[in-house]
């Protein structure tokens, strides 16, 4: 520093050591006075620097990266400009208003010698750059180009004042002339930074040259984008000005609007709906009205929500679908596991519309207990058919109003939901489902059922008539799908219109499925939980699907796996470890849910007199039910107990009058029950029980008390009894064979008649169970009863005998067959 003192004065070739000031998007230029306004600590100590001890002079260097606060050596560029300070204002807000005038090119190029720390600013040792002679021919022509230009620019462009290009027209030469224009032209500092470096005063005025050229045009497209601008603005005004003054008129008039633009509008938004001539002329007709009714009365208000409705209506506006089959079937598959007959039928559905585009939208009714994703899948389907998804609940809708709508003539009418469900879906080929069909009631109002008959008939859902639009309108597009949870108070006319689709139950094996692949990932993601920190074992998902819920769906299923979702995720933010894995097995899932809720019935541990073990049916699947039979000294009196169903009671009379009418083949005193009291007892007394199924479990265990024989306790048993001891086929097979296998039982008997339908049994449930297929009670008898040498029951032994001598023939012949 001793040997560059600021007070040093040296030769023009020798570096100089001046404060350096960085600029952001501004470059100076030489022989050019410009304020900036200066704000950054470092800036203004430089300048105060400036001032004090270097007379004044600066050196200005250009930013690379403008957003930089605290600019690096390799963040400034290398050439800039020597500058003086002419003036300095001090300003309220801390920062100051500096006017620089620009000497002369300088470079610090070597950055690592040309810096020199200088505490609170940078200081630089600066070298002037020598500019080349600037007198040549080309040079004068590009002077002479240049003036010209700037006359031009200062034709369009008034913000350029006369005395500065008075003072440039004097400029002869190419370098000063190029730096004086430059600060005048609005262009990129980096562009600016090119002009600064280029050091041939010639090019240096034909790159400025280039850049005048281009801000003329520049200047000429925007001065006439600004009067298309003000000449579209002076129309809007003018309009702006003469609807101001009709609305005054219909203002005085009573009227807000003109109605005749209303009208008008109307009129063109008609003309644009696909709609049959004879409904355009209805609404035409209601337009012409509005145009004769003040807008102040009731009427014109009617009319108008009416043509409003028409007009926003999907008239013939239809989606186009998506008719890949195999794309179709994956979201099916995606969505739901199972639920096979309606996948497959709404995908022959779309392989027929692939094939006949004017083929009517099916009316498919989903019927099953709560749970088993009805609805779900009503949304799948539209899903996989890339059509649009409504839903309308009719559940405890009792006005036939809420279908058809009401009529114009009643204050607040509406269209029916249906219409209003339409409007909102903006297509007319959605898919809509109606949930809850078997919900709707009846009163004084009307039946909504009745009114359903017309939307579902496809026959008569072409010209669908809404009392309120009393226009016909085209339903037949819409795939209707209902759902329901049982058929009985559905009326048969409307059944009649409908596909039905049961959906049962879920089997186990389905619900271990489901929440394996589809509960599970929901249920973390919906907890923030991650694979790793839960993990259920099948034999725990089981024990949760067994004994903490009974249901034919899995929505409590879902919901037991929720609580267990939440207490882990307590236990991870207690035990501060987010990684930590969670183990549900069976032996621990009563400590996150409980003692257990339910219990599902398994075989007894041996043979039983007097115990036969049935299968029954339920809403939630299958269950084993035990038959007991008890018999007491008495007067031929007969106890049936269990809540049992005038079917299931009747069954139990049936297999009386079949055990009677065999005592001799059994071995029995005719008059046996005279002398007896028989109780039959069907355990879980407070579930109601009913059904036909029960017939020959009823018989056996009635027959092993009588005979003092077991009943084979890994046997179950399921079909109805005639009085011939006929065995007839009985429903819900599938379920039934589910519950014997889950209780553990070996061996199932079924009616001859329900052989057809093991098709729809799990292969793993018909390999580990012995089917029988039976025609007879005696076939029955002779699968069930456990003979003392395990002979069959008619093995006519004396050692087999009843429960008392005082039932028994004296003579006991052996039965034939």
Request: contains cysteine; proline residues 5%; charged residues 30%.
């Amino acid at each position: 520093m001793s040997d560059y003192g600021p007070n040093d004065r040296r030769s023009n070739s020798e570096p100089l050591i001046l404060p350096m000031m960085p600029l952001r998007e501004v470059v100076m230029f030489p022989r050019s006075i410009v304020p900036l306004f200066v704000g950054r600590e470092a800036s203004i100590k430089a300048i105060e620097s400036a001032l004090a001890d270097y007379g004044k002079k600066i050196f200005l260097a250009t930013q690379k990266s403008p957003e930089k606060e605290r600019p690096d050596s390799e963040d400034i560029f290398a050439m800039g400009t020597v500058a003086k300070i002419l003036q300095m204002l001090r300003l309220p807000d801390g920062t100051i208003k500096v006017l620089f005038e620009g000497l002369y090119r300088a470079t610090w190029s070597d950055r690592t010698t040309d810096l020199i720390e200088g505490g609170e600013y940078p200081l630089v040792r600066v070298s002037r750059v020598r500019e080349h002679a600037d007198q040549s021919t080309e040079g004068d022509a590009l002077v002479r180009a240049v003036h010209e230009s700037l006359e031009n620019l200062s034709k369009i462009n008034k913000k350029l004042a006369p005395e500065t290009i008075l003072a440039m027209s004097g400029i002869k030469s190419p370098g000063r002339l190029a730096d004086a224009v430059m600060p005048h032209l609005k262009v990129d500092f980096k562009a600016k930074q090119d002009i600064l470096e280029t050091t041939d005063p010639v090019n240096r005025l034909e790159k400025v040259y280039e850049l005048l050229l281009g801000e003329i045009e520049i200047v000429t497209i925007e001065k006439r984008v600004k009067g298309r601008v003000k000449t579209q603005m002076e129309k809007n005004q003018r309009e702006y000005y003469l609807n101001e003054q009709i609305k005054a008129i219909n203002k005085e008039m009573g009227r807000e609007d003109d109605p005749l633009a209303e009208a008008k509008d109307l009129e063109d938004r008609l003309e644009a709906k696909e709609m049959s001539e004879e409904n355009k002329e209805r609404v035409k007709k209601e337009i012409k009205k509005l145009k004769h009714m003040p807008q102040s009365s009731a009427e014109y208000t009617v009319v108008r929500n009416y043509v409003d409705w028409v007009l926003d209506l999907p008239w013939n506006v239809y989606k186009p679908l998506d008719l890949d089959i195999a794309s179709a079937r994956k979201i099916l598959d995606e969505d739901h596991y199972g639920l096979e007959k309606p996948k497959e039928r709404i995908l022959e559905y779309m392989a027929v519309q692939s094939l006949v585009e004017a083929i009517k939208g099916p009316i498919l009714c989903f019927v099953g207990p709560p749970g088993v994703g009805k609805t779900s899948i009503a949304k799948s389907i539209a899903r996989a058919m890339d059509r649009e998804f409504v839903r309308l609940s009719l559940g405890g809708v009792r006005d036939e109003a809420e279908i058809r709508g009401h009529r114009r003539t009643y204050v607040g009418a509406l269209p029916g939901k249906i219409i209003q469900s339409l409007r909102r879906c903006k297509y007319n080929n959605p898919v809509f489902c109606l949930d809850e069909v078997d919900k709707m009631s009846t009163d004084f109002r009307g039946d909504p059922s009745a009114a359903l008959l017309e939307v579902l008939d496809p026959e008569q859902n072409v010209a669908f008539n809404d009392h309120y639009l009393d226009l016909d309108y085209d339903l037949s597009k819409v795939f209707f799908i209902t759902t329901a949870n049982t058929l009985h108070s559905i009326p048969p006319p409307l059944q009649d219109r409908m596909e039905i689709i049961r959906l049962p139950g879920y089997l186990e094996t389905e619900k271990l499925a489901i929440a394996k692949s589809f509960l599970k990932p929901k249920q973390l993601e919906l907890h923030g939980l991650k694979e790793l920190n839960l993990r259920f074992s099948d034999n725990a998902l089981l024990e949760i699907i067994r004994h903490y819920t009974k249901e034919a769906g899995v929505r409590n299923l879902e919901r037991e796996m929720a609580s267990i979702c939440r207490k882990a995720a307590m236990r991870l933010l207690e035990d501060n470890d987010l990684e930590e894995t969670v183990q549900v097995s069976s032996r621990n899932v009563s400590g996150f849910l409980g003692v257990p809720k339910y219990r599902y019935g398994e075989r007894e541990d041996r043979p039983q007199v007097g115990v036969c073990t049935g299968l029954a049916w339920t809403q939630q699947g299958g269950e084993i039910l035990m038959v007991e039979v008890v018999l007491m000294q008495g007067k031929g009196k007969v106890e049936i107990t269990g809540k049992l169903g005038e079917v299931m009671q009747e069954s139990a009379k049936a297999a009386l009058s079949y055990l009677r009418s065999r005592s001799d083949v059994f071995g029995l005193k005719r008059e046996f029950y005279k002398d007896i009291d028989i109780h039959v007892h069907v355990p879980d007394g407070a579930t109601p029980k009913d059904g036909p199924s029960a017939g020959i479990t009823l018989v056996t265990a009635i027959v092993s008390a009588l005979l003092n024989l077991p009943v084979r306790n890994d046997l179950a048993m399921t079909g109805e009894i005639t009085l011939r001891g006929r065995v007839l086929p009985i429903g819900g097979l599938r379920e039934k064979l589910l519950a014997a296998h889950r209780g553990l039982l070996s061996t199932v008997l079924i009616p001859k008649e329900n052989e057809k339908d093991l098709k729809e049994v799990p292969a793993n449930i018909l390999r580990d169970l012995e089917i029988v297929t039976v025609d007879n009670m005696d076939q029955v008898l002779e699968k069930a009863l456990v003979c003392p040498d395990s002979a069959s029951i008619f093995c006519g032994r004396a050692d087999v005998a009843p429960l008392s001598n005082f039932l028994v023939k004296e003579e006991y012949q052996r039965p034939t067959h």
